[in-house]
C-alpha cells in the first residue's frame, strides 16, 4: 500500500468520505431546511454514539448550547497506545454546525516505521435528526508523512446513523 493509499484509508477513518464522495453527494444534495438542526436544541433526545456510514467508525456526539462536539470512541487498541485521535469542535452558524477537527494518527513511513502526523482539518455538520448526522469536511488529497505536511485538500460529504442503527 501507497502512503497516499494510506492516507485515504486514514482519513476515511474520519468518517469523511474520500474516494466516492459522489456517491454519496446525491444523497446530501437536498439543502437543509431551516428546522433542519433543530433537533440540537434537544440534545438529551439524542443518541450519543454515532456511526459512519462511510467508515463504520463511531462517534460520541455531544451538543451543549451553541456547541457541537464529536470524538472518535471506537479507536483500535494500537492507535490508541500511540495516542490516535480524532476531535471535532463546532459551533452553530445559522443552520450548520462550523468548526475543525483536531486529528492525530499514525502516517506509514517507508521503512517501515510510523509517524504520529497532528492536523487540523475543517468540518461541518449541516443537518441533525434523531437517526442522522450529515455535513462535509476537509479531505487530504497529498499529504507527506516525513514532514506531517498537508499539501492538498478537498472537500467531501459524510452520514452518520446511530450505532445500531439499520441505516
Not at 71 to 99: F, H, L, M
Amino acid at each position: 500500500m501507497t502512503v497516499k493509499q494510506t492516507w485515504r484509508v486514514i482519513i476515511l477513518v474520519c468518517g469523511i468520505l474520500a474516494t466516492s464522495s459522489l456517491q454519496l453527494s446525491s444523497e446530501n444534495q437536498s439543502a437543509p431546511k431551516p428546522g433542519g438542526t433543530k433537533s440540537a436544541a434537544k440534545a438529551g433526545a439524542l443518541p450519543q454514539i454515532w456511526k459512519s456510514a462511510t467508515t463504520g467508525k463511531e462517534y460520541r456526539v455531544q451538543i451543549d448550547g451553541d456547541r457541537l462536539t464529536a470524538e472518535w470512541s471506537n479507536i483500535p487498541p494500537q492507535a490508541a497506545k500511540q495516542g490516535a485521535y480524532i476531535r471535532s469542535d463546532c459551533r452553530r452558524s445559522g443552520t450548520r454546525w462550523v468548526g475543525t477537527s483536531r486529528i492525530l494518527l499514525a502516517c506509514p513511513l517507508p521503512d517501515g516505521k510510523t509517524k504520529m502526523c497532528p492536523m487540523l482539518l475543517r468540518f461541518e455538520v449541516d443537518f441533525i435528526s434523531s437517526d442522522r448526522i450529515t455535513g462535509g469536511a476537509e479531505i487530504l488529497r497529498d499529504f507527506d508523512c516525513g514532514s506531517c505536511e498537508v499539501r492538498k485538500t478537498g472537500w467531501g460529504p459524510f452520514s452518520w446513523a446511530p450505532k445500531g442503527s439499520d441505516k
